[in-house]
Nanobody
Framework: QVQVVESGGGLVQAGGSLRLSCAAS????????MGWYRQAPGKQRELVAT???????NYADSVKGRFTISRDNAKNTVYLQMNDLKPEDTAVYYC???????????WGQGTQVTVSS
């Protein structure tokens, strides 16, 4: 059974940086599509960034140039480096792992990111 655990959230001032980490269990990490999503109060969950098994990345327009997603297959971990944070980045950030051609689609418990102005 695949499980993912996020860490690295917290409170930061606008313009600051945070790095989120997501550790996944199981031996499917290297073939998985890993993603970060976020949900602000009163809003729907939205895509932040994804990274494929060949490290191809995709970003929401709102975070392009500020956030970087990366993966370390040896550590079964995906990272989200967040720079130049803005108050509108405040949300619960969720890690997701999907394995193509399977039903594996697992979410973490979420980690709170709060950016003060």
């Amino acid at each position: 059974q695949v499980q993912v655990v996020e860490s690295g959230g917290g409170l930061v001032q606008a313009g600051g940086s945070l790095r989120l980490s997501c550790a996944a269990s199981g031996n499917i990490f290297s073939i998985s599509i890993m993603g970060w999503y976020r949900q602000a109060p009163g809003k729907q969950r939205e895509l932040v960034a994804t990274i494929g098994s060949m490290s191809r990345t995709n970003y929401a327009d709102s975070v392009k140039g500020r956030f970087t997603i990366s993966r370390d297959n040896a550590k079964n971990t995906v990272y989200l480096q967040m720079n130049d944070l803005k108050p509108e980045d405040t949300a619960v950030y969720y890690c997701n792992v999907k394995v193509p051609l399977t039903r594996i689609d697992v979410w973490g418990q979420g980690t709170q990111v709060t950016v003060s102005s």
